[in-house]
Nanobody, 126 residues
Framework: QVQLVESGGGLVQAGGSLKLSCAASGRTFSDYAMGWFRQAPGKEREFVAACSWSGKITYYPDSVKGRFTISRDNAKNTVYLQMTSLKPEDTAVYYC???????????????????WGQGTQVTVSS
């Protein structure tokens, strides 16, 4: 199993930037595809970004494409989510997730990820 711990959340003004980190432990980090999801109060969990085990393949929904960037450093067992041009509607708890993968795929559905972090709050003020 892999354990995930997110950090980097906080309060930021609209138009600002924030970089989230997710540190993994327990297994070989490069054995896992990674994803970021978010959930706002009263709303369903939403896919935000995904990357393959190498980080060479990434995928984003239209809602964040061009504003968010997922990256990973396998030597540091960490995946990042760089968020720019933040909007109030980006306010949510952000979660990272992991799924074992050796084919270089990305995954966009929450149920495809068996391992989750505890989440970090991001609040964007208008």
């Amino acid at each position: 199993q892999v354990q995930l711990v997110e950090s980097g959340g906080g309060l930021v003004q609209a138009g600002g930037s924030l970089k989230l980190s997710c540190a993994a432990s327990g297994r070989t980090f490069s054995d896992y595809a990674m994803g970021w999801f978010r959930q706002a109060p009263g709303k369903e969990r939403e896919f935000v970004a995904a990357c393959s085990w190498s980080g060479k393949i990434t995928y984003y929904p239209d809602s964040v494409k061009g504003r968010f960037t997922i990256s990973r450093d396998n030597a540091k067992n960490t995946v990042y989510l760089q968020m720019t041009s933040l909007k109030p509607e980006d306010t949510a708890v952000y979660y990272c997730a992991a799924r074992a993968d050796s084919w270089g795929y990305t995954y966009t559905l929450g149920e495809e990820y068996p391992y989750w972090g505890q989440g970090t709050q991001v609040t964007v003020s208008s």
